[in-house]
């Protein structure tokens, strides 16, 4: 995989709306899920970690620091990273150069951010120093011309985040879907679920 510098990410990024690049289909979402759960699963017989194939080292840890304050492990259920939503995002970068640049760029201007207010990098910072930032550019309407960017990127990698959480076992498992399920018998629609909605079985 070519790499680019920091700062030809941080200047392909600010020349124009590429924030929106990172975007997916719901069938590339559920193929990326499937190569993730599978590289977790083939690491974890290695007993060995999952090696991301797109991001830096520094990216990964920057990654999975911010999954897990927009998905934190609570008493319902694991967090993003549990979930594997890093690796996740890994699978949907390889082999999409627009993404790449969104998300490499989005990154590095998270860290100019943290710079430029705290001297240090995103991993460097405390947790209270990078909730105040977060808290700048998780609010769209709250957008600046000199955040503009920020928000932008931030929304869409929150919107990869809930995707890839509630596409993983344990989101299934946090939303109680129980669809997938198999139903020896089906007797219908409960009496209460029908009278909450209005309706009833017209008799034969």
Not at 102 to 127: N, S
Not at 132 to 147: E, N, Q
Not at 164 to 192: M, Q, T
């Amino acid at each position: 995989m070519k790499t680019i510098s920091r700062r030809t990410a941080l200047k392909a990024f600010a020349s124009g709306p590429v924030a929106a690049a990172i975007v997916w289909t719901p069938a590339e979402a559920g193929q990326a899920q499937r190569r993730a759960q599978q590289a977790r699963t083939d690491a974890d017989k290695l007993g060995a970690p999952y090696h991301p194939k797109f991001f830096t080292a520094h990216e990964w840890t920057t990654v999975g620091i911010l999954v897990d304050l927009i998905i934190p492990k609570d008493e319902r259920s694991g967090s993003a990273t549990d979930a594997g939503v890093p690796e996740f995002m890994d699978f949907m970068m390889i082999d999409e150069p627009r993404r790449q640049t969104a998300m490499r760029g989005g990154l590095a201007l998270i860290d100019r951010l943290c710079e430029q207010r705290f001297d240090k990098r995103f991993i460097d910072c405390t947790d209270q120093q990078r909730r105040t930032l977060l808290d700048d550019i998780a609010f769209p309407a709250k957008a600046t011309p000199a955040t503009s960017q920020a928000v932008a990127f931030f929304s869409s990698f929150r919107d990869l985040t809930a995707s890839g959480f509630w596409s993983s076992k344990i989101g299934v498992d946090d939303l109680k879907y129980i669809g997938n399920a198999y139903v020896r018998e089906w007797k219908g629609c409960p009496d209460e679920a029908l009278k909450k909605l209005g309706v009833s079985y017209e008799a034969d």
